[in-house]
């Protein structure tokens, strides 16, 4: 909208416009702000593919999680009855909950779609592989969404190499700062 459209509008648009606006920057900020990552998973397995899949959550664990009170320390995945599964996610109490509030370590259900899971489910039937939660984040519409990934683990001669190249990023950037 131009500078000559908002003169010609009445004090009370401009408000509404103004106050329309700064909603808008706030859901962004807070969208944006919510990414839970499990480090140590980059850091264990090599991924060879990655997912999208929403979670199937309680009102009081989707609040928790907007406030970025949750962990993927520990998290694995596994299928039961075709079904991908998410065990031992943490995700603290919410603090205004009352007899409502969920466990904070639950079995919780990731929802893909069909060719997806059967994509999933048999790949890590063969040996070495399986599926690794990566990180939980909030979508443009709200939405709670978790990242998996087919994973293969590592050899500790391969952790060892992705050490040494962390620490060469970090001298390298050292470097171009002095």
């Given at each position: 909208?131009?500078?000559?459209k908002?003169?010609?509008?009445?004090?009370?648009?401009?408000?509404?416009?103004?106050?329309n606006?700064e909603?808008?920057?706030?859901?962004?900020?807070?969208?944006?702000?919510?990414?839970?990552?499990?480090?140590?998973?980059?850091?264990?397995?090599?991924?060879?593919?990655?997912?999208?899949?929403?979670?199937?959550?309680?009102?009081?664990?989707?609040?928790?999680?907007?406030?970025?009170?949750?962990?993927?320390?520990?998290?694995f995945?596994?299928?039961?009855?075709?079904?991908?599964?998410?065990?031992?996610?943490?995700?603290?109490?919410?603090?205004?909950?009352?007899?409502?509030?969920?466990?904070?370590?639950?079995?919780?259900?990731?929802?893909?779609?069909?060719k997806?899971?059967?994509?999933?489910?048999?790949?890590?039937?063969?040996?070495?592989?399986?599926?690794?939660?990566?990180r939980?984040?909030?979508?443009?519409?709200?939405?709670?969404?978790?990242?998996?990934?087919?994973?293969?683990?590592?050899?500790?001669?391969?952790?060892?190499?992705?050490?040494?190249?962390?620490?060469?990023?970090?001298?390298?950037?050292?470097?171009?700062?002095?």
């Open positions: 909208m131009g500078i000559d908002l003169e010609t509008l009445d004090n009370l648009e401009q408000l509404e416009l103004l106050e606006l909603k808008m920057k706030k859901k962004e900020i807070k969208q944006a702000a919510i990414n839970i990552k499990n480090k140590r998973a980059s850091f264990d397995f090599e991924f060879i593919d990655t997912y999208t899949a929403g979670i199937v959550l309680t009102g009081t664990e989707i609040k928790s999680i907007r406030q970025g009170k949750a962990s993927l320390v520990d998290t995945c596994y299928f039961n009855r075709g079904e991908l599964w998410v065990k031992n996610m943490f995700i603290n109490q919410y603090m205004e909950g009352s007899y409502n509030n969920h466990v904070e370590r639950r079995e919780r259900k990731l929802l893909l779609n069909k997806e899971l059967r994509n999933l489910e048999g790949d890590i039937k063969s040996p070495g592989y399986t599926v690794v939660p990566v939980v984040f909030i979508n443009e519409k709200g939405l709670a969404k978790m990242v998996v990934a087919l994973a293969k683990g590592k050899k500790e001669y391969d952790k060892r190499q992705s050490i040494k190249e962390k620490e060469d990023k970090r001298e390298m950037a050292r470097m171009f700062k002095h």
